[in-house]
């Protein structure tokens, strides 16, 4: 395969994973004043942050394997690939355009102003940076929870169930 032509596969793979975010049905429906409300929502929650890498990721993959395959056009390689990721740079709005539209199918003008102005404050912003912290924590304070409830209903079950199958418990040292 020609270097032009794994080029332009890397590419449309990049357009087909960006074409899967759809138009929601209805989407003619949102007010202006609604979808400005649903963009200054995803903008407060940070809703598409986690995808400001997908450009640049592509593009150090595309270089990557362009390289390997023809190492002695590096500097041609390189400066395309770039100029190329800088065009497509424009299309992140397409992006954050989505996002503003799923959100207003969703919530109505009046809570996704209530959503900007909560993520906006000082709490919400707390509640951004440190969240993720809280929940590693509750998911392993979880995880230690269920191995315990586990053990104890295992346990409690067995010495109920004992008698009934005329076992003598055992000590705690494995003597019984």
Same mark, same amino acid.
């Given at each position: 395969?020609?270097?032009?032509?794994?080029?332009?596969?890397?590419?449309?793979? !990049?357009?087909?994973?960006? +074409?899967?975010?759809?138009?929601?049905?209805?989407?003619? #429906?949102?007010?202006? =004043?609604?979808?400005?409300?649903? *963009?200054?929502?995803?903008? +407060?929650?940070?809703?598409?942050? *986690?995808?400001? %890498? !997908?450009?640049?990721?592509?593009? $150090? *993959?595309?270089?990557? /394997?362009?390289? $390997?395959?023809?190492?002695?056009?590096?500097?041609? !390689? %390189? =400066?395309?690939?770039?100029?190329?990721?800088?065009?497509?740079?424009? @299309? @992140?709005?397409?992006?954050?355009? /989505? +996002? &503003?539209?799923?959100?207003?199918?969703?919530?109505?003008?009046?809570?996704?102003? $209530?959503?900007?102005?909560?993520?906006? =404050?000082?709490?919400?912003?707390?509640?951004?940076?440190?969240?993720?912290?809280?929940?590693?924590?509750? @998911?392993?304070?979880?995880? !230690?929870?269920?191995?315990?409830?586990?053990? #104890?209903?295992? &346990?409690?079950?067995?010495?109920?169930?004992?008698?009934? +199958?005329?076992?003598?418990? =055992? #000590? /705690? #040292?494995? /003597?019984?």
């Amino acid at each position: 395969m020609t270097l032009a032509k794994r080029a332009r596969l890397a590419v449309f793979a !990049i357009g087909v994973s960006f +074409a899967a975010v759809s138009l929601p049905a209805g989407a003619q #429906d949102v007010s202006d =004043s609604h979808l400005q409300a649903a *963009r200054a929502a995803v903008d +407060a929650i940070e809703a598409t942050t *986690r995808y400001d %890498e !997908i450009l640049p990721d592509a593009a $150090q *993959r595309l270089k990557s /394997e362009l390289i $390997q395959q023809n190492p002695n056009m590096v500097d041609v !390689i %390189e =400066s395309t690939v770039n100029e190329q990721a800088l065009e497509l740079a424009g @299309r @992140r709005g397409d992006l954050e355009t /989505e +996002a &503003a539209l799923a959100y207003a199918q969703v919530f109505s003008e009046d809570e996704l102003n $209530q959503i900007a102005e909560f993520y906006n =404050s000082p709490a919400g912003q707390k509640l951004l940076s440190d969240g993720p912290i809280v929940t590693r924590e509750v @998911r392993e304070a979880a995880e !230690i929870w269920r191995r315990g409830v586990i053990r #104890d209903l295992s &346990a409690g079950v067995g010495e109920k169930l004992q008698p009934e +199958a005329g076992v003598e418990p =055992s #000590d /705690e #040292d494995g /003597e019984g």
